[in-house]
């Protein structure tokens, strides 16, 4: 059964910094584009960040808010994804979700796009408050 | 732009046909096939229902029906159940430099 389990959720100061991991189980996790995606109390989804595999060169792309402040790494012999997030302000309050990402090659650049999510985890909660 | 839109509530009674927009640009929802759609009951995480405009994942309804238009894409459920319930996302890829964007959300009830 293909899985994926956040953790490191809590409570942090606003300046603080938090890691959070996201275990992923019954698929080749080294071969799989994965995401970030939060949710703030009583708001919609927003889109945090991406990660590529090892063979797509691992490219990372991050949202505006969260560029420069968050930090995606993955560790295929682990199965783990990583967010690891510093300077936290109250409006990071959110439960974070991660995801596996999908796509498909466009046939006129030859370009594969990464452009929806099919399988997520549970989420993990994070508050950011003094 | 930084959010696709959606309207905020659309409801129906059970068995009807609703159908929920999702406005974007001519660098989004206009100039990719790129468009997935997401229900999310409360307290659960989001569930890919819709992608690439209008695929079903295995094990989606076949009730639930996508499209695009220009630079609206929409969702429509047929025969709306209890269980539709819900609140619904599209997302898409951008061009621009925010690379993906979700829609504002819209809550479905079911009267």
């Known amino acids: 059964e293909v899985q994926l389990v956040e953790s490191g959720g809590g409570l942090v100061k606003p300046g603080g910094s938090l890691g959070l991991s996201c275990a992923a189980s019954?698929?080749?996790?080294?071969?799989?584009?994965m995401m970030w995606v939060r949710q703030a109390p009583g708001k919609g989804l927003e889109w945090v960040g991406r990660?590529?595999?090892?063979?797509?060169?691992?490219?990372?792309d991050y949202a505006a808010p969260v560029r420069g402040k968050f930090t995606i790494s993955r560790d295929d012999s682990k199965n783990t994804l990583y967010l690891q997030m510093n300077s936290l302000e109250t409006d990071d309050t959110a439960v974070y979700y991660c995801?596996?990402?999908?796509?498909?090659?466009?046939?006129?650049?030859?370009?594969?796009?990464?452009?929806?999510?099919?399988?997520w985890g549970t989420g993990t909660t994070v508050t950011v408050s003094s | 732009q930084s959010a696709l839109t959606q309207p905020a509530s659309v409801s129906g009674s059970p068995g009807q046909s609703i159908t929920i927009s999702c406005t974007g640009t001519?660098?989004?929802?206009?100039?990719?096939?790129?468009v997935s759609w997401y229900q999310q009951h409360p307290g659960k995480a989001p569930k890919l229902v819709i992608y690439?405009?209008?695929s079903r994942p295995s094990g989606v309804s076949n009730r639930f029906f996508g499209s695009k238009s220009g630079n609206t894409a929409s969702l429509t459920i047929s025969g709306l159940q209890a269980e539709d319930g819900a609140d619904y996302y599209c997302?898409?890829?951008?061009?621009?430099?925010?690379?993906?964007?979700f829609g504002t959300g819209t809550k479905v009830a079911v009267l």
């Open positions: 019954g698929f080749t996790f080294s071969d799989a584009c």
């Open positions: 997302f898409s890829y951008t061009s621009s430099s925010a690379l993906y964007l």
């Open positions: 690439d405009v209008s």
């Open positions: 990660i590529k595999s090892k063979s797509e060169g691992e490219r990372i």
């Open positions: 001519s660098g989004d929802v206009g100039a990719y096939n790129y």
């Open positions: 995801a596996t990402c999908r796509g498909s090659n466009d046939p006129l650049s030859g370009y594969y796009y990464y452009y929806y999510m099919d399988v």
